[in-house]
Nanobody
Framework: QVQLVESGGGLGQPGGSLRLSCAAS????????MGWYRRAPGKQRELVAR???????NYVDPVKGRFTISRDNAKNTVYLQMNSLKPEDTAVYYC?????????????WGRGTQVTVSS
């Protein structure tokens, strides 16, 4: 199995910054992609940002220009730098790792970390 450990959530000020990290360990043979998703109160979980093994990235429109996703392949870790925080960024943020094994992609999810943006 694959274990994911998320950290870095908490309380952020509007206009401030937070940085999330997610470290993967376990049966990792080839990480295809790593990403961050979020679920705001009363809403469905949505993709925030994703980075592939070729460093191709994509972001949901509301965070473009404010959030940056990056990965450290040596540490099997993905980061989400969140700048210019807004109250609407308040959500539980989940890390997802897509592991390729024998030609099949398996999804593994973290438990989530709460991000609250409030003054």
């Amino acid at each position: 199995q694959v274990q994911l450990v998320e950290s870095g959530g908490g309380l952020g000020q509007p206009g401030g910054s937070l940085r999330l990290s997610c470290a993967a360990s376990g049966r990792i043979f080839s990480i295809y992609a790593m990403g961050w998703y979020r679920r705001a109160p009363g809403k469905q979980r949505e993709l925030v940002a994703r980075v592939t093994s070729t460093d191709s990235t994509n972001y949901v429109d509301p965070v473009k220009g404010r959030f940056t996703i990056s990965r450290d392949n040596a540490k099997n870790t993905v980061y989400l730098q969140m700048n210019s925080l807004k109250p609407e960024d308040t959500a539980v943020y989940y890390c997802k790792v897509e592991v390729r094994r024998a030609g099949v992609i398996y999804d593994y999810w973290g438990r989530g970390t709460q991000v609250t943006v409030s003054s």
